[in-house]
């Protein structure tokens, strides 16, 4: 089956920095749309970036537009969301999901696949 594990959460302090992957076994994604989510206690789901199978085009929050940036390694079958300059409301667990489409989407209704979460913490 489809997996996708998330990796590279942790604990940081305001203003630090951290990049979370996205590692795909039994599926190829470069057939795929990748999108970042984020959920924080009490929240709704939200998305936070979108990269389109190609990665001409992308889409990122307002709120992380400037700090945040996606990006794919096709051959190394892996995604990748750079996160700077940390702030305490970016504090939640972190998603990737996959759709096989060519183009971004921001309802996580269209993502089939999804990885189990990664926590980032950032706190002082």
């Known amino acids: 089956q489809v997996q996708l594990v998330e990796s590279g959460g942790g604990l940081v302090q305001p203003g630090g920095s951290l990049r979370l992957s996205c590692a795909a076994s039994?599926?190829?994604?470069?057939?795929?749309?990748i999108a970042w989510f984020r959920q924080a206690p009490g929240k709704e789901r939200e998305v936070i970036s979108c990269?389109?199978?190609?990665?001409?085009?992308?889409y990122y929050m307002d709120s992380v537009k400037g700090r945040f940036t996606i990006s794919r390694d096709n051959a190394k079958n892996t995604a990748y969301l750079q996160m700077n300059d940390l702030e305490p409301e970016d504090t939640a667990v972190y998603y990737c999901?996959?759709?096989?489409?060519?183009?971004?989407?921001?309802?996580?209704?269209?993502?089939?696949?999804w990885g189990q979460g990664t926590q980032v913490t950032v706190s002082s």
């Open positions: 999901a996959a759709a096989v489409r060519r183009l971004c989407a921001r309802d996580a209704a269209w993502f089939p696949y």
């Open positions: 039994r599926f190829t994604l470069d057939s795929s749309a």
């Open positions: 990269i389109s199978r190609g990665g001409g085009s992308t």
